[in-house]
């Protein structure tokens, strides 16, 4: 049988239960219970986003999970005020970052044409910077449908001083942040009213 005469593969369909979860009754939490997070529900989180596409499966996004008081107090120094006391509060907190050097695993990652977008890459900084805050943009999306699919709730924000996380968490790396996510059980009172969202006649059209 040529792969042309094989059936098309069915996919399934998430149920409402899921959708609820990952979409429709998901919220943005602003208020944590007293509940520990512990490190393998965060390596849950990365085990699902990891599988978010990228160009040339270049995989840039970075995540610095901060669970210690000591850690969040470096942290809240650079946030904008209104987010410094849930992020105390939060049971883990995830610096979202992107590798400006992604293009250095592309061999691992693209085998087929990996040492060539390596060495393509290697001196087109700013092209390089593009992509990469691109592609993990992409992948952050998918990294927030993986902390509620791993049972948590998430509070990103991006009301902080991104130079200032980036010489206290990641100086003399690649490493540069781009979002702060708190992370862990919804709280007393979490989340503020629902606001509308765009319906499908305003937001999509057909040709």
């Known amino acids: 049988m040529s792969m042309t005469d094989r059936e098309p593969p069915a996919l399934d369909v998430l149920d409402d239960a899921g959708r609820?979860?990952?979409?429709?009754?998901?919220?943005?939490?602003?208020?944590?219970?007293?509940?520990?997070?512990?490190?393998?529900?965060l390596a849950t989180i990365w085990e699902l986003a990891r599988w978010s596409p990228?160009?040339?499966?270049?995989?840039p996004l970075r995540v610095l999970f901060v669970r210690t008081h000591e850690g969040k107090e470096r942290l809240v120094?650079?946030?904008?005020?209104?987010?410094?006391?849930?992020?105390?509060?939060?049971?883990?907190?995830?610096?979202?970052?992107?590798?400006?050097?992604?293009?250095?695993?592309?061999?691992?990652?693209?085998?087929?044409?990996?040492?060539?977008?390596?060495a393509a890459f290697a001196h087109q900084i700013d092209a390089r910077e593009g992509i990469a805050a691109y592609n993990s943009a992409l992948q952050t999306?998918?990294?927030l449908l993986a902390v509620r699919a791993a049972g948590l709730a998430a509070g990103?924000?991006?009301?902080?001083?991104?130079?200032?996380?980036?010489?206290?968490?990641?100086?003399g790396t690649s490493w540069r942040s781009h979002l702060v996510v708190n992370i862990g059980h919804p709280g007393a009172d979490p989340w503020f009213p629902r606001l509308p969202r765009v319906p499908v006649e305003d937001a999509v059209a057909w040709v």
Not at 54 to 59: K, V
Request: glycine residues 6%.
């Open 141 to 143: 999306g998918v990294f």
């Open 156 to 171: 990103p924000m991006a009301g902080f001083n991104k130079a200032g996380v980036d010489e206290e968490f990641f100086a």
């Open 20 to 41: 609820k979860v990952l979409f429709t009754e998901a919220r943005t939490v602003n208020t944590f219970a007293e509940v520990s997070v512990a490190d393998d529900e």
């Open 54 to 59: 990228s160009a040339a499966n270049g995989q």
């Open 77 to 118: 120094r650079h946030l904008d005020e209104g987010n410094r006391a849930k992020t105390l509060s939060a049971p883990a907190v995830a610096i979202l970052a992107y590798d400006a050097d992604f293009h250095e695993q592309m061999p691992t990652v693209f085998p087929a044409r990996g040492d060539i977008l390596r």
